[in-house]
Nanobody, 126 residues
Framework: QVQLVESGGGSVQAGGSLRVSCAVS????????MGWFRQAPGKEREGVAV???????YYSDSVKGRFTISQDNSKRTSFLQMDNLSPNDTAIYYC?????????????????????WGRGTQVTVS
């Protein structure tokens, strides 16, 4: 299975910016997608942004226009540029390459159990 490590989180004032990164390692995987999700205390994990191998992308309504997802040429690192941050963006941000998870976000169904996630990186906006 793959390993995922998120980094780049921190504390920022409202209106500020952060860029979080996701490094992928381990065995070969199908590079169908790279996705960013977040979970706030007491809330369910929700999709934030996904980039698909074909070039399409997805953004949740709450972040559209403020966040930008990208990946490097190796397809082993994903970035989420977060601009104009709000306290509502405070959460632990997770990344995944799990196809089922990426599809679930677009279709609008609950996230499947299991899957492969990193440990997350904390983003706090005040």
């Amino acid at each position: 299975q793959v390993q995922l490590v998120e980094s780049g989180g921190g504390s920022v004032q409202a209106g500020g910016s952060l860029r979080v990164s996701c490094a992928v390692s381990g065995r070969t995987y199908k590079d169908y997608c790279m996705g960013w999700f977040r979970q706030a205390p007491g809330k369910e994990r929700e999709g934030v942004a996904v980039i698909y191998s074909g070039g399409a992308d997805y953004y949740s309504d709450s972040v559209k226009g403020r966040f930008t997802i990208s990946q490097d040429n190796s397809k082993r690192t994903s970035f989420l540029q977060m601009d104009n941050l709000s306290p509502n963006d405070t959460a632990i941000y997770y990344c995944t390459t799990d196809e089922q998870v990426c599809v679930a976000v677009v279709v609008g169904v609950d996230l499947p159990d299991g899957g492969v996630w990193g440990r997350g990186t904390q983003v706090t906006v005040s």
